[in-house]
Structure formats: structure tokens, C-alpha cells
């Protein structure tokens, strides 16, 4: 499976929670197969949807469900001790790692070679860390939120992108409806 | 005066509660200052970007946040400065310790002292420049601005405003 086959799979668990998504071809995905008010797009900076849903899930209580890319986790890897150390029960982080700078034409990362992310968390003070491969995500997704404790998942899944198009939408139209859904 | 303790007041008076930190030895008692009140929840970060990261989660959760870092971060920040927090129109304090400013004993400081108000000024950030204790006073007037106009707001502080480094 690739990225997109596997959020159109878990996109009936992904509606009804608060969503950060990262940067790029993730964020048109998602925008095209299942637009929510409680999706919060990335247009740029790459790395930091991880730090963006962190802050999130700390100051309010709602779960918050992280879509992040091995390449994007490997561009911020400092977000891994802070969340490590801070990680609070209504925050999943869902590293898509599909071993591949997706965006820029399918590169290869560190993590589709020797780099482990899975271990890399847990080196760094995370606690529930699951691995799991692209088939599996929805029960995986749905396990980490009923247990109500802060997981990173790392999913295991092959390479390649779907051809959706670029997210129009104005950055403070995303954020506004966002934050609409962040209050309801 | 305590300046350590006015800024934080300041803060906790503008219902700041999200505090990152990337520390700077000129910062360490504001630093402290922060960790030890009950009202904000302090969370270091390990690169400036990152803390821009979490603020940006703040924000969206409702809270009111604010970043301390070193000026050297404006080198690291930029993009997330234009493609988040601008672009997405978030209000973000940012206490900066100006180093490579007067009373400075570290040559390489200056290398980016040099360009910080020339890259703030680019990418029109209000900034404004603590270079006497009294300065303080209008710290609490600075934390109105940046949330009623939603936009990150730069504060230098140097070496002179936090008293310099011991007997230099």
C-alpha cells in the first residue's frame, strides 16, 4: 500500500478527530479524499507537524492524531526527546514511512536504509511506540486512541503518491475553521 | 528591580501560559523564572523552529504562548517565521537575547548581531530593542500589540539590559 491507499483506508477513524498533516503531497491527500474543518493542512515548514499537533494536544484536552513522514521526522528529529519527555495521553504520532522524500520525487531517506525510527523514539524517552505495516494502520490508529495514552506508530508502507490537487484553500481559512473545531 | 521577574509577571498578567525556551546564559534567570511559576507550562525546545512548531499547537489550542531564544535563531527560523507563523497570522512573542550587542565578550556574537534587525526588518517583524533596565516598562505594552495584531514581535535584550557579563 501506499500513503494514500492507507488515508483513504483510516479516513472514517481520521474524521471525527483533530488532525495535523504534514507538509505537501500528505496534506493534498488527505484535503482530497476526506476535507475536514478538523484537519489543520500544512503548507510549508517542513518537519514540524509533529511540534505543531504537540503543542496542540498539551493545551487542550481532545486527542490529536499527527500525520507525519519518516523524511519530515528526519528534518526535526529534536521534536522525538521533547516529545519523549512531554508526551501527554491525547497525542498520536503517525510517522507514514514509506522510506522516501514523497514531495520532492520519491528520494530515498536514511529511514529506508540502516536508520531505525521506531528506535529512535524509544531512545529518546518515548514510551508507547508501535511499529506497524500499512494494512494494519485503522486497528492500529483505533487501539491508540481507545487506550488514551500518548502513542507514536510507525507505518511501514511503500512509496509513491497519488496525483490529488495542490490545497487552494487560504492558510487563515484552514486555521480559522481549525481552531472553530479545536472550541466545539 | 528583578527583570527576570517583571517579564514574567508581564506574561503571566497577558495570560501567557505556553512558554518554549532554547537557552542563552544572558536568559537563564528569565529561564528559571518561567520553569518556577505554577501559571505557565514550560516545555524547552531543542531548535528554535521546533519551538515555533509547539507555539503554533498553542495557539490553535487557545492558549497564549510565547518563545525565549537567542538571536543566533533568526538564522534558524526564518522559513517557519514566513510560511507559519505569518502565514497562518499567529501572534508569537519572541524574548531574544541580542547577543554580539555592547558589553559583548564573544567576538563570533557579533557575526550575527550584525544582521538580526536587517533579517527582522525584512521580513517586517516588529522589534523592539531593551537596552536599559527602564526599557522593561514597556514590555507589557509590547505583549497587547503582538495579540491584538496577531503577529510574531521580536524583543531584544542585550548584554547592557541584563547587566552584562559579571565584572566585564
Not at chain 1, 60 to 72: A, L, N
Request: proline content about 5%; charged content about 20%.
Amino acid at each position: 500500500m501506499i500513503r494514500s491507499e492507507i488515508l483513504r483506508d483510516i479516513a472514517p477513524i481520521l474524521r471525527d478527530q483533530l488532525v495535523v498533516c504534514n507538509i505537501g503531497i500528505p496534506s493534498q491527500e488527505l484535503h482530497a479524499i476526506d476535507d475536514q474543518p478538523s484537519n489543520f493542512y500544512m503548507l510549508g515548514t517542513m518537519g514540524l507537524a509533529s511540534s505543531i499537533g504537540l503543542g496542540l494536544a498539551l493545551s487542550q484536552p481532545k486527542p490529536v492524531i499527527v500525520i507525519d513522514g519518516d523524511g519530515s521526522v528526519l528534518t526535526n528529529l529534536g521534536t522525538l526527546p521533547t516529545i519523549g519527555n512531554n508526551c501527554p495521553d491525547n497525542y498520536i504520532l503517525m510517522i507514514i514511512d514509506n522510506g522516501s522524500y514523497g514531495s520532492t520525487g520519491d528520494q530515498p531517506t536514511y529511514a529506508g536504509m540502516k536508520t531505525d525510527l521506531a528506535a529512535m523514539a524509544r531512545a529518546a524517552g518515548c514510551d508507547n511506540v508501535v511499529e506497524v505495516q500499512d494494512k494494519d494502520t485503522g486497528d492500529a490508529l483505533q487501539a491508540a486512541l481507545d487506550s488514551g495514552k500518548g502513542t507514536v506508530m510507525v507505518v511501514k508502507c511503500d512509496s509513491g503518491n497519488a496525483k490529488m490537487p495542490v490545497i487552494t484553500m487560504d492558510p487563515v481559512v484552514i486555521k480559522h475553521r481549525f481552531m472553530e473545531a479545536v472550541k466545539a | 528591580m528583578n527583570i527576570d521577574k517583571k517579564i514574567v509577571d508581564d506574561l503571566v498578567a497577558n495570560d501567557v501560559s505556553f512558554v518554549t525556551t532554547v537557552p542563552c546564559k544572558q536568559l537563564a534567570g528569565v529561564i528559571d523564572e518561567v520553569d518556577a511559576r505554577d501559571g505557565i507550562f514550560h516545555i524547552p525546545s531543542n531548535k528554535e523552529d521546533e519551538g515555533m512548531g509547539l507555539c503554533a499547537g498553542a495557539h490553535m489550542g487557545g492558549k497564549r504562548p510565547a518563545i525565549i531564544m537567542q538571536n543566533t535563531a533568526i538564522g534558524v527560523t526564518i522559513n517557519t517565521l514566513a510560511t507559519l507563523t505569518q502565514y497562518y497570522r499567529m501572534p508569537l512573542p519572541m524574548i531574544i537575547s541580542y547577543r554580539g550587542e555592547l558589553r559583548e565578550p564573544v567576538a563570533c556574537q557579533v557575526e550575527m548581531a550584525v544582521h538580526t534587525k536587517a533579517l527582522l526588518a525584512q521580513l517586517n517583524i516588529p522589534t523592539y530593542h531593551f537596552h536599559w533596565q527602564k526599557d522593561v516598562e514597556e514590555f507589557d505594552n509590547i505583549l497587547k500589540y503582538t495579540f491584538m495584531c496577531n503577529k510574531p514581535v521580536a524583543i531584544l535584550t542585550d548584554a547592557n539590559f541584563w547587566g552584562g557579563y559579571g565584572d566585564q
